[in-house]
């Protein structure tokens, strides 16, 4: 290795060495354009071994490569988030960022998988010698880089993204678990079956259950408008798509996303005609969330056939821009040719693409042009309220569960999966089919009513539903009411197990707010039997309960503790604390001697470790700049002591900061000398002029005048004749007037020469930015006493289109 390196060049040779893993007592010079080694394309970058003088010590995490919400597989063709962060007091000045496919070593460019894409010129840059790798712009303490990887097509298996790390000394630490990250294709079983060889028909029940509470998602939760908009959606054919991922928003899709109205939806839905086999709806919710004991979650029936086996739907969580949950396009058939029995499924927030909003209440911002349908993430934007620095996945804010309840017809499978299929099955054979047109909407039916009979003689039990509307009137639309036979209690051979409780609510305080008592608990009935039956379930529970069993008359009631608080060291030994309340002191007006507060030992990272303990960054400084470009700057504070070691770390950060654009006032070349007067006697006037060569910008004063006039006065015009003498001397003076003119201004003759007029202004050579016009000015006529060096052509220059972009 050379000894010697100017300094402007010493971190991209420190870059080299990681890549290369040559080690030198002192970094070599390398010009900038160094090509690769020729042992194999960049193959070099896969073979770079650790370096520094005490290696790596085993286990130590403090960098990590991270995808986006830490998939196992990716889905050929998506884009990734990727991200390369040390944790603190850990920093990098530099880094290698390759994808790799599995059981390749580098050696030529089909090894590697799939397309980066820098999201930060400033930070990160393509590698000149290797175009697939990443590396850094400009080598300076960093903790985060952050790019994008768009994954390889199908076919391409398992992928290695991985990592290398420049500290203060040269070290590469790719091969750590930590900077390695392993992703596998997503198996194409996951996507919908285009052909169903299912026979007969099924049916399921959709149960929503919406879990966005601001227990869950507490950044800026909408507490008084937060809901569920009406459920909306279809059982449907493989050639009509509601929705889907990377596709655009249809008009019902934009209204029920940005309004929560599926009027729109619905209509889009029953133009498909024969697409659409059961159209699923469900009421909004009034809030998002409330517990299961209070309000049941919304369900809804549909049926699905071989060719309508794919089920969508949509509801918008609001308020909100244009997020919602759903699923697209979800296949009910299995590939044994039967009906699945149960899917469920968890769900996070898409955007619909048509509102640029980032926050629950942004005002409307349409998006010009419409995007397309993409999965919320954590890193959109930092406003956002599912924003996590980290990049973490998304806490799911609802739940989706599809079960079969029953099946019709001819089968073909025809061994049931469990025995609850054979009831179902007998079940729905039992029932006639419902001929209700599409044209009529009904409510729900109503519960069935008590049985008319009290004994086992036959009575009959009834329910009842609402025509909500009649969408063709030369249609009759079907009974509101419905009835049944049924007899009385204990005449049926059905178990009363048909019974559908809710769960138990929690247990009530204990009746006795000092020993002995009793505690109880409720649930209700869900759903009553088929038959009219009374339930025989309990609906309620009691048990004994004990609150504090010294019942003397010094005695205090306290309340549970609290949680610890944080400890109060922020490395090595510190303590944390707790407290709890008295609820009830001593009756006898003594003080009580429960403790309400414990202390424990509390024990942080050693303090050798973190010799930087800083303050949080101050706000950032006003603009240095009142228009215009300048600067901002915010600072922190060292608070931990010398003693613990040195510490590098920048206590000051400057970035830039745009303010609008300064004001640029008119300005106006020098005046010219005054014409000669416009009269040879008597009254006239002389003018002079000046050009604009800068047109006010940005609210910049406007243009004076560029014309002035005054008057002259000769001597008065003699009435008579006017002798040789005098015609000849006036005749020298204008002579001399004219040369005189000609030689300031230059604009017809000069020095021998005769020029022509300027020139049109030239198309300015930028449309924004600042750009330049020019005109010319030729020689018309060059006369025999001309010299060749005093007859030139002129050209003038101007600025033009100053604007920014």
Known sequence: ?????????????????????????????????????????????????????????????????????????????????????????????????????????????????????????????????????????????????????????????????????????????????????????????????????????????????????????????????????????????????????????????????????????????????????TVIKMKAQWPAWQPLNVRAAPSA????????????????????????????????????CGWVQKVVQDLIPWDAGTDSGVTYESPNMPATPQEKIRPLTSLDHPQSPFYDPEGGAITPVARVVVERIARKGEQCNIVPDNVDDIVADIAQEEKEEDDTPETCIYSNWSPWSACSSSTCEKGK???????????????????????????????????????????????????????????????????????????????????PCTVNEDCSPSSCLVTEWGEWDACSATCGLGMKRRERMVKMPPSDGSICGAEVVEVEKCMMPECHTIPCLLSPWSDWSDCSVTCGKGTRMRQRMLKSPAELGECNEELEQMEKCMLPECPMDCLMSEWSEWSECSK???????????????????????????????????????????????????????????????????ADELAGCKMKPWSAWTDCTKLCGGGIQERLMTAKKRYKNAQLTSCKDRKEIRACNVHPC
């Open 301 to 336: 029936e549909f049926s699905v056939d071989r060719t309508r086996h794919l089920m969508s739907f949509l509801t918008m969580l609001g308020p909100s821009p244009d997020w919602n949950v759903g699923l697209s396009s979800e296949d009910l058939c299995t590939r044994e």
């Open 680 to 746: 040879s006697c008597g009254k006239g006037h002389l003018i002079r002029t000046r050009m604009i060569t800068l047109e006010p910008q940005f609210g910049g004063d406007p243009c004076p005048e560029t014309t002035q006039k005054k008057t002259c006065k000769i001597k008065k015009c003699n009435q008579g004749g006017i002798n040789s003498d005098e015609r000849k001397r006036r005749k020298e003076d204008r002579k001399k007037r004219r040369n005189k003119q000609g030689r300031e201004e230059s």
């Open 1 to 277: 290795c050379q000894l010697s390196l100017k300094r402007s060049e010493m971190w991209r040779a420190a870059v080299l060495l990681l890549i290369t893993g040559c080690v030198c007592a002192s970094v070599p010079e390398e010009p900038a354009d160094r090509a690769a080694p020729s042992d194999g394309y960049c193959s070099w970058i896969t073979r770079a071994q650790p370096h520094g003088a005490g290696g790596r010590r085993e286990g130590f995490s403090e960098f990590r490569l991270r995808v986006e919400g830490d998939p196992e597989h990716y889905q050929p063709g998506s884009t990734y988030r990727v991200s390369l962060y040390a944790t603190n007091p850990a920093y990098f000045r530099g880094f290698t960022l390759i994808a790799l496919k599995e059981g390749h070593n580098g050696d030529q460019e089909e090894d590697y998988a799939g397309n980066f894409q820098i999201i930060d010129e400033e930070d990160t840059q393509f590698m000149t010698n290797c175009p697939p790798a990443v590396t850094e712009s400009t080598p300076r303490r960093r903790t985060r880089i952050q790019v994008f990887w768009t994954a390889p097509p199908s076919g391409s298996g398992c992928v290695l993204l991985k990592a290398s790390i420049v500290q203060r000394k040269i070290i590469s630490f790719q091969d750590e678990g930590s900077l390695t990250k392993r992703m596998c294709e997503k198996e194409t079983t996951d996507k919908p079956l285009l052909d169903c060889c299912a026979c007969g028909t099924a049916k399921y029940r959709v149960t929503f259950y919406g879990n966005w509470s601001e227990k869950l998602h507490p950044k800026d939760y909408p507490r008084r408008a937060n809901h569920w908009s009406a459920l909306i959606g279809a059982s449907h054919s493989k050639n009509y798509i509601l929705w889907e991922y990377g596709g655009y928003a249809s008009d019902g899709v934009k209204q029920v996303a940005e309004l929560g109205s599926p009027v729109k939806m619905e209509e889009e839905i029953r133009q498909k005609g024969d697409e659409v086999l």
């Open 461 to 543: 039990r009834m329910r009842q539903r609402m025509l909500k509307a009649q969408l063709d009137l030369s249609v009759p639309c079907p009974h509101t009411q419905d009835f049944e036979p049924c007899m009385g209690p204990g005449c049926s051979d059905e178990d009363a197990s048909t019974c559908m409780m809710s769960e138990w609510i929690t247990w009530s305080p204990c009746s006795m707010s000092c020993g002995a008592g009793v505690r109880s608990r409720e649930r209700y009935v869900k759903q009553f039997p088929d038959d009219g039956f009374a339930c025989t379930h309990p609906t309620e529970e009691t048990e």
